[in-house]
Structures are given as C-alpha cells and as structure tokens.
C-alpha cells in the first residue's frame, strides 16, 4: 500500500464522506478490536413506521392510537414521530395532552381527556406495576420479527400495545462483512428491548447483543471492555450514545444523528452509513504503516 500521512489520510477522508476532527483518533482505529455499534438510527434507517395496533378486549383500535398518539406528539423521540404519523395516516384524530413527561429509555406518560396514559417498553410497564402477560405471546412474535412493541397503560391497566418496524439502512449487511473482514469483533448495543435486538443482530452475523441499555450503561459497557483490555470503537447517533462515544478510544458518529452525538467523537462520517467505517478502518491502516 502507498505510505500516507496523517495529513492526507485526513483529506482522503474527507474526499469520501469521513470526517477526522482528531488525528489521534484515526491512528487509534488502526489497532482497535472492538467496535460498538448502536441499532437504531445507526444500523438501521431510524426512520421507524407503525406496523401494529393491538388492542386489549373492549377496546377500540383507533381509540387507543389516538391516546397514544396525542401523548407523542411531545416526544422527539424517532418512535413518537412513528406513532404520530402512523395516526395521521389512519386519519386519527388527536386530543391535547397534559402533564407530560419522558422517562429516558423506557417511554412516555401523561393525561389525555382525562384518562392517565403511559406508553413504554416493559421495563416502563414493571415500574407502573402493569401486568402485560395477556399481550406478551402476541408482542413477543413481533419482537422476533424485529419490531418494537411498546405497551399501553390507560388508568393503571394495560391497554395493549403498538408495534414499529425500522428497517435496516441498505448499506450495512455487506459493511458488518467487510468490517469483520478487517479483524473487528462487533457488538451491538441498545436500549430497545432483547429479543428485537437479537433479531437483528442474527440477519446481520453481529456476533453479540446488549440490549435493554441506558445511556449510561453504554458508557459503562465500553468501560467494562476496555477495562478488559480491548481497544473499543463506538458508533452511534443519537443523545443517549454521547457517554459511550466520548469514553471509547475512537468515536465515531453519524453525521445525520444528533449535534451531541457529533461534538462527542473524534471521527464523523457524513452520510451516516456504515461503509464511513470501513473506509476509516482502511485510512487508519494505511497511516499506521506509514508512522511505524
Ligand atoms: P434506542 O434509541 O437505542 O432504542 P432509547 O433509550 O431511546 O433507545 O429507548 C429505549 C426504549 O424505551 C425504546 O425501545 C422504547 O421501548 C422506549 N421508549 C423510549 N422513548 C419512547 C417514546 N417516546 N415512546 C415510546 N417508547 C419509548
Ligand atoms: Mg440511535
């Protein structure tokens, strides 16, 4: 391979949408082992769309999206603009919501005409002491097609639930390839709940899953791996992956994910797809040989 500077490994990268704010950083991928990598909104498109609305017995379908869905429109959320949007389309009507409030990684709650709604994951739904044995089978085969469900709470009972699908963003099967390809032991992790991670991670060959993460957790887990001894890359998009990008060796973020997400990492890639990353690996390497 041509020898390459760090200097022209920078406009190299820059050339194809890799975005090298610390020379250090660059040099530090060539020898990491370990890349982390976030779902939602960095493996798949984070443009999530309602796929299901499961009501519980004696209750409208669309009476419970609309509850839903007037309590999302205060989230900025990816799955409350979902939620939001999927009403729309079935011409839903929404109400005004009040009290509202964002429990981070685990849901939303409020009242809307009257009725206390909250809207969650299960974790969510353990803390109102909500029993939602009657739609877990149902939710489960969803979660394994690699939906997300998120349970409904109105009055202290469960409602049912709605479910998302976000699809995976065209580019990153042949990415997680070449990045294997390139020595990289890649874990995923996320704050949505197990069995719609491992769904996901399976069609892709990821070969391990964390799932179920608060923000902090994620810092914590690239904590725990370096603490191991590894060398740990984390790429992310989104405010809850701010931790985990500024405590890894490298971060990189995705350039179409939040500000915080950018300002956190070392290395950002423009277009936000994983290919950014095989090319970085490939310009660190390169730079590497040069140095050494
Ligand atoms: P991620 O973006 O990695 O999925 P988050 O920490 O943002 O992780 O969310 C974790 C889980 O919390 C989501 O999968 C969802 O079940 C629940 N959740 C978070 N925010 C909302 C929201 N606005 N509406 C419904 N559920 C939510
Ligand atoms: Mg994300």
Redesign the pocket.
């Known amino acids: 391979a041509t020898p390459m500077s760090i200097m022209t490994a920078t406009g190299r990268g820059a050339h194809a949408g890799v975005l090298i704010k610390e020379a250090a950083a660059l040099e530090r991928f060539a020898s990491v082992d370990t890349l982390i990598v976030?779902?939602?909104?960095t493996l798949t498109e984070g443009r999530p769309k309602l796929t299901d609305v499961v009501a519980a017995e004696g209750i409208d379908g669309n009476d419970l999206l609309a509850l839903v869905a007037t309590l999302?429109k205060g989230?900025e959320?990816?799955?409350?603009e979902a939620?939001v949007e999927g009403a729309a389309e079935r011409g839903v009507k929404l109400a005004d919501a009040a009290d509202f409030e964002?429990?981070?990684?685990?849901?939303?709650a409020g009242t809307v005409s009257g009725r206390k709604v909250a809207?969650?994951?299960a974790a969510?739904m353990a803390d109102l002491g909500v029993d939602t044995a009657t739609v877990s089978a149902e939710a489960e085969t969803l979660q394994a097609e690699g939906k997300?469900?998120?349970f409904v709470a109105v009055d202290g009972k469960l409602a049912g639930f709605v479910a998302v699908a976000d699809p995976v963003k065209a580019t990153t099967a042949v990415a997680i390839k070449a990045l294997h390809g390139k020595g990289l032991r890649i874990i995923m992790a996320?704050?949505?709940?197990e069995r719609t991670a491992k769904a996901i991670a399976r069609r892709l060959g990821i070969d391990e899953v964390r799932a179920g993460?608060?923000?902090d957790e994620k810092g914590a887990l690239v904590e725990e791996l370096r603490a191991k001894g590894a060398g740990v890359a984390m790429a992310g998009d989104?405010v809850?992956d701010a931790p985990a990008l500024a405590g890894a060796d490298v971060g990189i973020a995705m350039g179409t994910g939040a500000d915080v997400a950018v300002e956190s990492a070392g290395i950002t890639l423009v277009k936000g797809d994983l290919n950014g990353i095989v090319r970085a690996r490939t310009l660190a390497q390169a730079t590497i040989r040069n140095i050494r």
């Open positions: 976030d779902k939602t909104g999302e989230s959320h990816p799955l409350a939620i964002a429990i981070t990684g685990k849901g939303v809207l969650g994951n969510m997300t469900a998120m996320t704050g949505d709940n993460l608060l923000p989104g809850n």
